[in-house]
């Protein structure tokens, strides 16, 4: 995947588990704040990619900017105890590959907006750390790091 963007993180995913920065399947840059600090153990990863190489999409394609909005109205029915954290998988600057939603327990996962674009599988992980929610609405990329992070 060569230099990650400040503020990016390396996570594979092979169709059935997860593995923070390298590893076998398709490789995703992500948030980097969501595999930084203390993890979550046995948290709900409800992964909407795939590990096919042609599953991408320009994130500014106008099904993509709309999946994203409706996470934001989706999301905010789990904060408190239930969300851990979210965020989209980059394939690199403007190349969506998927979305990643961590929960501490089971959530209706059929609601999920992301599984409009990509199928969602549910995979136990114990990768994923508390993010705070941001304070407003981050819907854009800076510099190719994965939604929600970055900044402006």
């Known amino acids: 995947m060569g230099e990650l963007p400040e503020g990016a993180a390396s996570l594979a995913y ?3 588990e997860l593995y923070a920065g390298t590893g076998p399947g398709r490789c995703f840059m992500v948030d980097a704040r969501c595999l930084q600090g203390t993890a979550v ?3 709900y990863a409800h992964v909407c990619a795939l590990p096919d190489a042609a599953a991408v999409l320009e994130f500014d394609q106008p099904e993509v900017q709309q999946v994203r909005r409706d996470a ?3 999301w905010i029915t789990l904060l408190g105890d239930a969300l851990v954290c979210l965020t989209t998988l980059a394939l690199d600057a403007s190349h969506y590959g998927g979305a990643i939603t961590v929960t501490r327990a089971p959530v209706p996962w059929s609601e999920d907006p992301f599984a ?3 199928p969602g599988t549910v995979v136990r992980s ?3 750390c508390e993010v705070a929610p941001p304070p407003g609405p981050v819907l854009e990329r800076y510099a190719g790091v994965a939604w929600p992070g970055g900044r402006f």
Do not use: K, T, V
Request: no cysteine; charged share 25%.
């Open 14 to 16: 092979d169709g059935r």
């Open 41 to 43: 153990l046995g948290a």
């Open 72 to 74: 934001l109205a989706w």
């Open 116 to 118: 409009r674009i990509f």
């Open 126 to 128: 114990d990768l994923f």
